[in-house]
C-alpha cells in the first residue's frame, strides 16, 4: 500500500465517524454512517442539510431527542418554553405499529391549563 493510499483510507475513515457523530447529533445516525461511507468528505457537507431532529410546535425550535427517553423528548422546550407531550407518528393499532414498532415521536403543545 502507498503512502498516498494510506493518507486516502485515513481521510475517508474519518469522514465515516465525523458523518456518524454529526449524524446521530441530528437524529440519523445510520444515514451519517451510509454517508460517510458512500461519499467520503463529501459526506459530511450531505450530513449538515439533514436534520431530523423533532420541531416544537409552538416556536419551530429544533428539540432534543435522544433514544434514551424512549416515550419522547424533554417535557418543555428550551427555547420557549411551552409545554410539550410526545406521541407517537404512527397509529399505536396500525399494522405498521404492531410489526414496526411506533415509528418517530412527535411533540405536541400541552394546552395551558391555568385559570
Ligand atoms: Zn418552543
Not at 7 to 26: E, M, N, P
Not at 38 to 63: A, E, F, M, N, S
Not at 83 to 93: C, K, V
Amino acid at each position: 500500500m502507498s503512502e498516498s493510499t494510506g493518507w486516502v483510507l485515513l481521510v475517508w475513515l474519518g469522514s465515516c465517524l465525523g458523518c456518524y457523530v454529526i449524524g446521530r447529533a441530528r437524529g440519523a445516525p445510520l444515514l451519517g454512517l451510509l454517508l460517510g461511507l458512500l461519499c467520503g468528505p463529501l459526506g459530511l457537507l450531505l450530513i449538515l442539510l439533514i436534520d431530523r431532529r423533532p420541531v416544537c410546535p409552538v416556536c419551530h425550535g429544533r428539540l432534543i431527542f435522544a433514544a434514551a427517553y424512549q416515550q419522547g423528548g424533554p417535557k418543555c422546550c428550551p427555547h420557549c418554553k411551552a409545554r410539550l407531550r410526545w406521541r407517537s407518528a404512527r397509529d399505536p393499532h396500525s399494522a405498521a405499529a404492531v410489526y414496526f414498532g411506533n415509528g418517530p415521536m412527535i411533540a405536541e403543545a400541552e394546552p395551558t391549563t391555568d385559570n
